[in-house]
């Protein structure tokens, strides 16, 4: 008996220490897997977006998710979802942006999320700022986008690993037609085309 006791201790405390492993301390779901509680949709006449198994599931013609659940702007953050795509799919995630009604988002940036579709920019780039051709991540299995910024410095991780870490120069100012220029603001999942199908869930963030 006591030889059973001891093991279901030391097993239970091999547990607690994988549970403890498992927690993302700090961090906020910000969409409940079943409704568009706290998003706002730009574009919302091309009909794109919808939830299913838990996910936003983006497929349609342009148009945007954006998040509007709390009025105080994201600067510096830990944002983190599970993204996956089917094959030939282009997206994107926006950080320090804000809601338009219609049109691609001027302000903030895009991480591009694209495993096969044609545009060479893949998964986990700046677009147009810090541009990558190749990407680990792959379609039809969910991984993890990991976005962090602080300060000057943006980094991207897919699957806990960094693929990309950029350090905006002093005196950076806004472009005219894209600002990319670190600010703050809200975040927005990017529908883009109908042929391209993804899907975006367990969407947490922390504030640094």
Known sequence: MKTFLIGSIVALAATAAVWAADTEEGFVQIFD?????????????????????????????????????????????????????????????YFHTKFQEIGWPRAGFECQVNVTQGDWIKTGSLYGLVNMALTSAQDNKWWTQHIIVKGNKVTVKIDGKTVLEY??????????????????????????????????????????
């Open 33 to 93: 897997g079943k409704t568009f509680n706290g998003w706002k949709i730009g574009d919302p006449d091309a009909k794109s977006w919808r939830i299913e198994d838990g996910a936003l599931v983006a497929q349609g013609p342009r148009s945007h998710a954006y998040y509007v659940g709390d009025e105080k702007p994201f600067k510096d953050f830990e944002l983190k979802v599970d993204v996956m795509t089917e094959p030939g799919s282009n997206g994107g995630i």
């Open 167 to 208: 350090y905006e120069p002093p005196g950076t100012q806004p472009g005219k037609e894209f600002a990319r220029k670190l600010s703050e603001g809200t975040f927005a999942f990017q529908a883009h085309d109908p042929k391209s199908v993804i899907r975006y869930k367990n969407v947490r963030v922390k504030r640094l």
